[in-house]
């Protein structure tokens, strides 16, 4: 293997993919030798690194993580070959009889499937690769394992919990030096450390994972971009509505969603039984805002009808992809549809994508995001998408024409479409590197059929519109994640949950700041603080509460009639009069300024 070809190094991702899943085997294989009891599961290769689920009865502490490393270290030196070889069902199950997880996995293959291993040295493993030729390929000095974490088997709650140990590796040990700082410089603005710490949300056993509690600071900033969203979204058109959280099963049915979307409800009564009532609590709003434009016959003149919403949805996610406020079973989102005659689609779509982007890049966001094209997996028609394959190119050469107009750069993804149609995904990467979606616009040419939802056109005929399905920020909760990230809790003056704090340096000048406050309270949002503790630690306990603006005052103060103004930054403004700081903070605030 020419390791310094390009083919062979990090800059080629599936070469990455490959290195990290050797990687992983190469853990297996030192856990195994160290701990021989062991049921191993799955260990694939993930978007930064590798994890192995296991079943273990040992508890996995820093000083056993440490174990594994060592003897990882020592296999790679080994250079062991990594061989792969197929082996027929029955043998297959032979060799994996002390492994019921591989059993369970090697049963569940489809008949005629080629089921293949990989050898290294005594350690063999069911996969279906690929990995690198040697153990020595990877460098004994350039991995880490970072953390564990309990996966249910298979995702689902009803099976074996497993130990999960998670690993990351690069090819010199530099790099790898070079991650792990960046790492902990995360970790320190990691949201779901520091939003906790900062008082925006917390969590409590006993009301469940994913459902957070988000504290008076966490929903004041949240309120703060609802009203935004909604004020701006009523300027461009959009028309609000409010709709109900839970709907019988048979609104479901009818989008199609009980069908391909119900082991991620929360469902309520059995929802197998059809001679009872059964409800679902909403994972989407689109069924509902549909039922707006049935309430009477609709014309061509009627298009486009823009209807907006704060939505607050519910999916069951599987417990081990519960992430602080960043994926959760609760969350709001500013969420919309668009119904539009053909002719429409273009502009409306651009208009669409405009909104976000104005959003995105408004709160700072938008530089570190990316767009991908979701498209359907031609290969997997019946099972996961609706609609016929002329429909499905139909709507993707649409939306792939729109965004080349535009001159998005986009990657595509396969398999990644809605049920019911292509959809742009707008995606951003918290301070770990994990990417989820924040903004998704989607092209629908499906659902408004199954609904009848028709309208009398120019020439006099009935015909379906075209629906767009987008948000304009998201989800709330994980944009202020995202948010809490990027600005390392220190948000911009404009949302900040409080923008200024008035210190005072005696008792004599409590009056005067009650005086200053009155004057602004209603404009801004702010707090007095006329305890008894020193001025320095009355700042520094504003500074780490990450407050934009202090304003301290003292005798001089009082006596010129000045505010003396300190950013959170440590910054020394000086003694200005009251109009001058209230300008200053005004073209910081009105203009949404990050700072």
């Given amino acids: ?92 199950l032979e060799l994996m009889k002390d492994q019921p997880y591989k059993i369970e996995l090697i049963n569940d293959l489809p008949e005629g499937e080629e089921i293949s291993f990989y050898k290294q040295g005594e350690f063999t493993d069911l996969c279906a690769g690929p990995h690198l030729n040697s153990t020595g390929y990877v460098k004994h000095n350039g991995f880490k394992l970072l953390s564990t974490a309990g996966a249910y088997w298979r995702g689902n709650s009803d099976n074996a919990m497993l130990k999960r140990i998670y690993g990351i590796a690069f090819q010199s040990k530099e790099e790898l030096d070079e991650f792990l700082t960046q790492r902990e410089e995360a970790r320190k603005r990691d949201h779901n450390k520091l939003g906790r710490e900062l008082e925006y949300f917390t969590t409590v056993d006993y009301i469940g994972q994913g459902l957070p509690i988000i504290m008076p600071k966490g929903a004041r900033v949240i309120q703060l971009l609802q009203r935004w969203v909604e004020d701006v ?57 549909y039922q707006v434009y049935l309430n009477r016959e609709r ?43 053909p002719d429409q689609l273009e502009e409306e779509f651009s208009r669409c994508l405009d909104l976000c982007k104005y959003f995105l890049g408004t709160v700072g966001l938008l530089d570190n995001c990316t767009f991908r094209f979701s498209q359907w997996d031609p290969a997997n028609p019946n099972n996961k998408y609706e609609g016929t394959p002329e429909q499905w190119e139909m709507a993707q050469a649409a939306m792939k024409k729109i965004l080349d107009d535009l001159g998005v750069q986009y990657e595509i993804g396969i398999d990644e479409a809605a049920f019911y149609g292509p959809k742009l995904d707008i995606q951003y990467k918290n301070v770990f590197g994990k990417e989820d979606t924040i903004v998704t616009i989607q092209i629908d040419m499906l659902l408004a059929e199954k609904y009848g939802m028709y309208y009398i056109d120019s020439d006099g005929q009935k015909k379906l519109p075209y629906i767009i399905h987008r948000t304009s920020l998201g989800c709330y909760e994980r944009t202020l994640a995202y948010l809490i990230e990027m600005y390392a809790g220190a948000l911009p003056t404009w949302m900040a949950p409080e923008q200024i704090r008035i210190l005072t340096i005696t008792d004599r000048a409590v009056e005067y700041a009650e005086s200053v406050a009155k004057k602004l309270e209603n404009k801004y949002r702010l707090t007095i603080d006329t305890s008894s503790n020193t001025l320095k630690y009355k700042i520094r306990n504003a500074q780490l509460e990450k407050i934009p603006y202090m304003l301290i005052l003292g005798d001089k103060d009082i006596e010129n009639g000045t505010v003396s103004v300190r950013t959170r930054t440590g910054e020394d403004l000086g003694a200005l009069s009251l109009d001058a700081f209230e300008a200053l903070i005004a073209d910081v605030v009105d203009n949404k300024k990050r700072q």
């Fill in 1 to 92: 293997m020419a390791e310094e070809s390009k083919e062979y190094t990090f800059e080629n991702k599936e070469f990455r993919k490959t290195y990290w899943h050797t990687c992983s085997h190469i853990m297996a294989q030192a856990i195994k030798r160290l701990y021989p009891e062991v049921k191993l599961a799955i260990g694939p290769s993930i978007d930064e690194g590798w994890y192995y689920d296991m079943d273990l009865d040992v508890a996995i502490t820093p000083e056993v993580l440490e174990e594994i490393e060592k003897e990882m270290k020592k296999i790679c030196k080994e250079r062991l070959p990594l061989e792969r070889f197929v082996l027929p069902k029955n043998e297959a």
């Fill in 233 to 289: 979204e009523q300027k461009n058109g959009y028309q609000l509505t409010k709709t109900p959280y839970f709907a019988k099963r048979e609104l479901y049915k009818i989008s199609g969603h009980w069908d391909h979307y119900r082991d991620g409800m929360f469902i309520m009564g059995d929802p197998d039984d059809e001679t009872k009532e059964c409800f679902a609590l909403r994972p989407m709003t689109c069924p509902f805002q």
């Fill in 299 to 341: 014309s061509y003149r009627d298009l486009p009808m823009r209807l907006g919403e704060t939505s607050t949805l519910f999916r069951n996610e599987d417990s081990g992809e519960m992430h602080g406020l960043i994926r959760v079973r609760q969350f709001t989102i500013s969420e919309g549809h668009l119904m539009i005659r």
